[in-house]
C-alpha cells in the first residue's frame, strides 16, 4: 500500500503520476506542460463553462470518494457544454488540496475525471491545469465545446406551441442528497469510511448524487433536432423552467400527470421532481411538429408540458413558485 | 456608504451589481447569462491557461485590496497566454468568497480585473464565471487567446545561439514581498488596514507584488519577432530558464554583468532578480540575427545571455541551482 502524501513527494512526483491517468483529447493542439495549452476550434469558434467544487459548499469527504470527485467535476461541467448543443473538446482543472492528502487520493480523482469523460465525452481532453494547496478541497473545472458548425442553443429561444421535455432524470439526486443527509444524522454528523458507498451500492439516488452520469451526447442531438432553448437542470427543474420562461419571455406549462408518471418512474416524489437539482438533466423546448423520440443518445426523453404566451411557469395551470438556491444565503 | 454584505443582498442582487463593471471583449459572441458562453477563435483553435489564487497560500487581505486581487488575478493569467505568443480573448472568473463579503468588495474586485484587462490586454471580456461561498477567498481563473494564425512559441524550441532575453522586470515582486512580510512581522503578524497602501505608495518593488503589470501585448510581438522559445517568469529566472533549458535540450548560459546591470536598474538584489518570481516578465529566446530592440511594446528589453549546447542553466559559466518553489512542500 502506498501511503506516501503530497508533501512527502512534492510536486513533479505528484504531476509524473498524475498526467498520465488523464486522457489527452482528440482536439489537442498543445497540451499539459507548458505555460497553455492549444486546442482546435474547427468552427471558429468554441463553448466555454466554468464551475467550482469547494469542500463544505458543494462536496463532503466523508461522503465521495476521490473518484466520485472527479467524476462529478467533469459531469457538471460538460453538462452546461452539452446544454448549448455542443461537443465537449477539453477541460482544464484546477485542484487544491492539503498536503497531508495521499498521492493515491489523487491518482483515483483523475480516474474518476478519465472515467467520467470516457463515459460521458469520449474524445474530451484534459488539456491543462493547476495544482494547488488549500485546507479545504477545491476543484475548479472550465470545459470547452465545439459546436461544429451549429448555432449555440441559448435559453431564450422557446416559443408558444414548443413542447417541454426533459432528457435525463429529474429528483434522484437530491432524493440520494436527502438519504446521506439522513445517514449522516443518524451517525451523528458524520459518515464513517464505506458508508456512502454501501448506500450507494443499494439506492441510485445515492450514486446519481454521488456521481451523476449527465446526457451529454443528448445535447447537440437535441440542437439537431431543433430544439429552441436548452438548459442543464442544476437548480431543479422548476427554477431552471423560470430561467427559460424569462429569457424567452414565455410561460412552461408543466403538467401534473406527466410530472406524476416521471416521479413514479424513478421512484421519487413529486416535489424532489420539481425542485431537486443536480441529476445533470436536459430541459429542452422542441418544435410542435418534431415526432417525439423515447430516448435521445441512449438517456430518456420526458415530455412534461409546453410552452405558452405568459411567464413564469405553472403546473396545471397554476403558478409554481421556484424554491431558489442562493448560495449567498444558504 | 453602502455596508451590505453578500448574504445581505443574495446572489441576483450580486450580478446586477457585479456583471456590468466587466468588459465584454470583442471576441465574445455569447457572454455570461447562459449555461456557457461562446467565444470567437478565428483561426480555428485558441490558447488556454488557468491558475487559482487562493487566501493564505496565494494572497492575503490584510494586504491586497479587492482591486489588487482582481488586477493580479487577470495578470497571472494573462501573462500565460502572451508567453505563447498569443492575444488575450476573454478570461473566465470563478470567485468564492465568506458570505460576509461586502458587495463593494466584489465590486472592487470587479474594477480590478476590468481595469487590469484594460491596461495588458484591451479588447479582452469576462465571458462568464461562478460564484460561490468559501470560508477563505478563493479565484480561479480561465483565459484564453487568439495565435491570429501564428504557431505557438513554446518552451522546447530554443537553439544553441539563440541570445537570450526578459521582456519586463524581474526581483521587483519578490523584493516588495520581502518588505511586507518584513513589515507585517513588526506589526506583529498582520498589517492594519491601509499599511500596504502606504507602503505600495512609496515603494515600486510593493506594487508590483500586489498588482503586477504583465508585459501581455510583449507575448505576440516577440512571437512575430522570431522567438524560438517563451515562458512567462512566475517562478524565478533561474527556474523558469531551466524549464527552457529541459524543454530544448539546451543550456541557458546567464551573464553575470548582465544580471547585476539589470538589479542594479532595478535597484533590487541579484538573488532576487535570479530566483525571485511573479513579475510576469516574459524569458524569450531570439535568433542571434535579429537586432535587439530596447524595449518591446512598451516594456523594457534586457539581453541576459545566450543559448548553449548543453543543459541546465549557468552564470559566468557556473551551474545555477534553481530555488525551486514547490506548493506541496512549502
Redesign the interface.
Known sequence: MDDAT??D????E?LRRFLPLLPTGDAT??GP????????????????????M?E???LRLDWSSWHDLGWKAAASNL???A??G?VPT?L???L?VP?ATLVRDLERFAEGLADGIAAMAPGCGV??????????V?I?V????D?RGAD?V??SGARAGDRVCAVGTLGMSATGLGRLLAASAEAGGTLEPGAAERLAADDATVRIHLAPTAPVAAGPALAAMGGTA???VSDGLALDAARVAR?SAARIALDGAAVDALAARLGVARDAVLHGGEDHALLVTLPPSIDLPTEVAGAPLTELGVVEAGEGVTLDGAPVEPRGW?????
Do not use: Q, W
Open positions: 503530497l508533501a513527494v512534492g510536486e513533479l505528484v493542439l498543445v506542460g507548458d505555460d497553455a495549452a492549444v486546442v482546435r476550434a474547427p468552427d471558429g469558434r468554441f463553448v466555454v463553462t466554468t464551475d467550482t469547494l463544505g459548499a458543494d453538462a452546461d457544454i446544454a448549448m455542443a477539453s482544464v482543472v484546477a487544491a498536503r488539456v491543462g491545469g493547476d495544482l494547488g494547496t488549500a485546507e479545504r477545491t475548479a472550465t470545459a470547452f465545446g459546436l449555440a441559448l435559453r436548452m438548459l442543464d429569457a442562493d448560495p449567498y444565503r444558504a
